[in-house]
Nanobody
Framework: QVQLTESGGGLVQTGDSLRLSCAAS????????MGWFRQGPGKEREFVAA????????PYADSVKGRFTISRDNPKNTLYLQMNSLKAEDTAVYYC??????????????????WGQGTQVTVSS
């Protein structure tokens, strides 16, 4: 049974940084691409970033490009999202997700078949 557990969320101020982690268990973490999505209040879930199994391809949403960095540590079965220069509009529940294969890093949630429960990030202005 694949389990994804996010951590690292919290309440911060505009301009601060946070690093989210996603611990994976129950599957071959290194064989799958992974992604981060977020869902703000009253909004649909949206793509943030993704990373192939090897880490060589890392697409980002335009809204976070240059501020967020996705990475992974395959021996530790852990996915990360470093978030810098946070803005109020980054406030959301952040979810990690496992892709259906090692290459898919698309923006559609339908390409990801396992999801964590989410971690809340609140950016106060």
């Amino acid at each position: 049974q694949v389990q994804l557990t996010e951590s690292g969320g919290g309440l911060v101020q505009t301009g601060d940084s946070l690093r989210l982690s996603c611990a994976a268990s129950g599957g071959s973490f290194s064989n799958y691409a992974m992604g981060w999505f977020r869902q703000g209040p009253g909004k649909e879930r949206e793509f943030v970033a993704a990373i192939t199994s090897s880490g060589n391809i890392r697409p980002y949403a335009d809204s976070v490009k240059g501020r967020f960095t996705i990475s992974r540590d395959n021996p530790k079965n852990t996915l990360y999202l470093q978030m810098n220069s946070l803005k109020a509009e980054d406030t959301a529940v952040y979810y990690c997700a496992r892709s259906s294969n090692r290459f898919y890093t698309g923006t559609s949630p339908t390409g990801y078949n396992y999801w964590g429960q989410g971690t809340q990030v609140t950016v106060s202005s």
